[in-house]
T-cell receptor, first 112, second 114 residues
């Protein structure tokens, strides 16, 4: 059974600092990796996707993937109070059946 | 570009009643997904459609849940009869059949079964 593990938190980070969110996955054939942000009462919003080993940067966000260690992370630089949300890690195996397997999410709190 | 549309946004029913949810994907997106998100959990895939065909329904409780996408565009998810444990947010997502296959979610339908 495919599993995605995240620390549920809450993770509390001072405003302006770097927030580091981590995720591990069990299925070695996983090919695509995604980070979604979910505000309370809202639906998940895609913020980053990563497909190959290494780092991918988009503005204040950096996704990191290490397939050998089955590990993916999200760094948020210059954290803002508006970054306070639950961050969901999701993976899929590629191919035709590419429904996502999600972790339970990490609750991030940015302290002003 | 309009996003994924879902209705209703909220629904309250009694156990053993039936309920249906509707989803219209992003224009041109061939793949449509239904997920169930229970409070405090990540979304769980229920069913995936490619155009009007089912690609994956392995996690759909077929004794009470059904879904269709007859014309390959909008989709309906039905629960009959509902149980208390079906209380959740039902999320619809869509993705393009080309490119990165990134999935975009609709606002969801919050179902409460009493």
């Amino acid at each position: 059974q495919k599993e995605v593990e995240q620390n549920s938190g809450p993770l509390s980070v001072p405003e302006g600092a770097i927030a580091s969110l981590n995720c591990t996955y069990s299925d070695r054939v996983s090919q695509s990796f995604f980070w979604y942000r979910q505000y309370s009462g809202k639906s998940p919003e895609l913020i980053m996707s990563i497909y190959s080993n290494g780092d991918k940067e988009d503005g204040r966000f950096t996704a990191q993937l290490n397939k050998a260690s089955q590990y993916v992370s999200l760094l948020i630089r210059d954290s803002q109070p508006s970054d306070s949300a639950t961050y969901l890690c999701a993976v899929n195996s590629g191919g035709g059946a590419d429904g996502l397997t999600f972790g339970k999410g990490t609750h991030l709190i940015i302290q002003p | 570009e309009a996003g994924v549309a879902q209705s209703p946004r909220y629904k309250i029913i009694e156990k053993r009643q039936s309920v249906a949810f509707w989803c219209n994907p992003i224009s041109g997106h061939a793949t449509l997904y239904w997920y169930q998100q229970i409070l405090g959990q990540g979304p769980k895939l229920l069913i995936q459609f490619q155009n009007n065909g089912v690609v994956d329904d392995s996690q759909l409780p077929k004794d009470r849940f059904s879904a269709e996408r007859l014309k390959g565009v909008d989709s309906t998810l039905k629960i009959q009869p509902a149980k208390l444990e079906d209380s959740a947010v039902y999320l619809c997502a869509s993705s393009s059949s080309t490119g990165a296959h990134e999935q975009y979610f609709g606002p969801g339908t919050r179902l409460t079964v009493t």
